[in-house]
């Protein structure tokens, strides 16, 4: 059996009842999904998130066939933090400082947003790149990769990444085209692509899917957003993230396992290994 993983997920998201939560997660082990990164968008949501795992693993028992849950923390530049970012900042820190490495293996997602936040609504750009740059300072300090949240600004980002060069971690739900992917990877960063890469219209995300270095290629659903073909305009979850795989797949022509395989080395040499 291919084995998945999907490397961005929220799974709060997807609101389910622990009991649903479990059959779910067997079935997606049963299709072969054997990791998911479950990735953070407040300061706050991180032990919420960690006691819904516990929960969901101490009432399975004995049941063993469930996907390995990995974490991430961070603050998606919302209005809300955005105008209080050192007290959103500091929030998060006092969550992530005692969760163990092996657990908690990301910052993120944070970054830029010039579609939702722009000069002409408002926003104070200024803040939302300080609310960025505090969170690559915390992965800096605290040795994590961090998962980029970047539409729409990719120069912007770009300038932002630079400002760390001791920090990496991937572009999630890469939204640009093969011009963008050679910046970022050449500053040595990671690219994920979302199930909107099998859009009809998705012409350019699939060159630059094309373009991507396969040793720095990621695969996610961005889970409960962007459903893939044939599964658009359902509730994403990542047990879709086949339909990414086996895209790509043909996309590298490479063997879907061989591909699957590759995705896996890096995704563990990105977040998994110290």
Same mark, same amino acid.
């Not at 953070?40 to 006691?51: C, H, N, Q, Y």
């Not at 974490?71 to 900042?89: L, M, Q, R, T, V």
């Not at 373009?211 to 720095?216: C, N, P």
């Given at each position: 059996?291919?084995? #998945?993983?999907?490397?961005?997920?929220?799974? &709060?998201?997807? /609101?389910?009842? =622990?009991?649903?939560?479990?059959?779910?997660?067997?079935?997606? &082990?049963?299709?072969?999904?054997?990791?998911?990164?479950?990735?953070?968008?407040?300061?706050? /949501?991180?032990?919420?998130?960690?006691?819904?795992?516990e929960h969901?693993?101490?009432?399975?028992?004995?049941? =063993?066939?469930?996907?390995?849950? #990995?974490?991430?923390?961070?603050?998606?530049?919302?209005?809300?933090?955005?105008?209080?970012?050192?007290?959103?900042?500091?929030?998060?820190?006092?969550?992530?400082?005692?969760?163990?490495?092996?657990?908690?293996?990301?910052?993120?997602?944070?970054?830029?947003? %010039?579609?939702?936040?722009?000069?002409?609504?408002?926003?104070?750009?200024?803040?939302e790149r *300080?609310?960025?740059?505090?969170?690559?300072?915390?992965?800096?300090?605290?040795?994590?990769?961090?998962?980029?949240?970047?539409? /729409?600004?990719?120069?912007?980002?770009?300038?932002?990444? !630079?400002?760390?060069?001791?920090?990496?971690?991937?572009?999630?739900?890469?939204?640009?085209?093969? !011009?963008?992917?050679?910046?970022?990877? *050449?500053?040595?960063?990671?690219?994920?692509?979302?199930?909107?890469?099998?859009? @009809?219209?998705?012409?350019?995300?699939?060159?630059?899917?094309?373009?991507?270095?396969?040793?720095?290629?990621?695969?996610?659903?961005?889970?409960?957003?962007?459903?893939?073909?044939?599964?658009?305009? @359902?509730?994403?979850?990542?047990?879709?993230?086949?339909?990414?795989?086996?895209? &790509?797949?043909?996309?590298?022509?490479?063997?879907?396992?061989?591909? &699957? %395989?590759?995705?896996?080395?890096?995704?563990?040499?990105?977040?998994? !290994?110290?």
């Open positions: 059996m291919i084995q #998945y993983i999907d490397s961005h997920a929220h799974l &709060a998201m997807l /609101d389910f009842q =622990t009991d649903t939560y479990i059959r779910l997660m067997n079935d997606w &082990a049963n299709l072969g999904l054997v990791s998911i990164l479950d990735v953070g968008t407040t300061a706050k /949501d991180l032990k919420d998130r960690l006691a819904l795992w969901c693993r101490t009432k399975s028992g004995a049941q =063993t066939n469930l996907p390995r849950l #990995y974490f991430s923390a961070g603050i998606w530049p919302s209005e809300e933090a955005i105008g209080d970012w050192k007290k959103h900042i500091d929030e998060l820190e006092s969550h992530i400082k005692n969760v163990p490495r092996d657990t908690l293996v990301a910052i993120g997602e944070c970054g830029l947003d %010039r579609h939702w936040n722009r000069l002409d609504k408002g926003s104070n750009l200024r803040c *300080e609310l960025f740059a505090a969170q690559l300072d915390l992965a800096h300090r605290y040795g994590l990769p961090v998962i980029v949240h970047s539409r /729409d600004a990719a120069q912007e980002t770009l300038e932002v990444l !630079q400002d760390f060069p001791g920090v990496l971690g991937v572009i999630h739900c890469f939204s640009y085209g093969p !011009q963008e992917v050679a910046s970022f990877l *050449e500053q040595g960063w990671y690219i994920s692509f979302a199930g909107n890469v099998t859009y @009809k219209n998705a012409q350019e995300l699939r060159e630059a899917l094309q373009a991507t270095d396969i040793t720095r290629l990621l695969l996610e659903t961005d889970s409960p957003y962007l459903a893939p073909v044939p599964h658009r305009g @359902k509730k994403a979850n990542p047990s879709m993230v086949q339909h990414q795989y086996e895209l &790509a797949s043909r996309i590298k022509n490479m063997p879907l396992e061989d591909l &699957a %395989r590759q995705v896996a080395r890096n995704f563990s040499k990105l977040f998994i !290994q110290p």
